[in-house]
């Protein structure tokens, strides 16, 4: 059964609800790695492995333990990256599959937007997470792994 990595220190909760619901279905094994408590993350079918606060080992962690084929929910293009070049599917929580072409254009973008932030313009905020969202993300994860649309 292939493993889902939870990268615990940016997903949104209701994400992070239909993954540990999922996972103590028996749909896959949900590994969360945080620097911070994540309740729910030690139910049936999650194993939690915490690191030091601030530590910002959680990357060089997923990295050094996915197999080929698992899947990494990140929001981090850095670690979305990692896990795609180790052979892993890296999925944000609104339901994109990341690609080396679609996380470049994500990387070129942030890179504009770091350049016109420094010119000093105002860094805006993450839209809220909505339920479109979460739909969006229940049809990736049941895409990559394979979960019928009755679960």
């Known amino acids: 059964m292939k493993n889902l990595w939870l990268d615990g220190d940016s997903c949104p909760r209701k994400a992070m609800e239909q993954v540990f619901q999922w996972a103590g279905q028996g749909k896959f094994l949900v590994q969360v790695v945080a620097d911070r408590p994540i309740p729910g993350s030690t139910g049936m079918g999650c194993t939690y492995h915490g690191l030091d606060h601030g530590s910002g080992e959680v990357d060089d ?3 050094e333990h996915l197999d080929a084929g698992d899947v990494v929910l990140t929001r981090d293009y850095g670690l ?10 890296p999925l944000n929580d609104r339901g994109i599959i990341w690609d080396h072409a679609s996380l470049a254009k994500q990387e070129r973008d942030l890179a504009i937007m ?38």
């Open 61 to 63: 962690y997923i990295v």
């Open 80 to 89: 979305a990256r990692r896990a795609l070049e180790a052979g892993a599917s």
């Open 114 to 151: 770091t350049a016109m932030r420094a010119g000093g313009m105002r860094r805006g905020t993450l839209p809220a997470y909505h339920d479109r969202d979460l739909r969006q993300f229940r049809r990736a994860l049941r895409r990559l792994f394979e979960i019928s649309e009755n679960a």
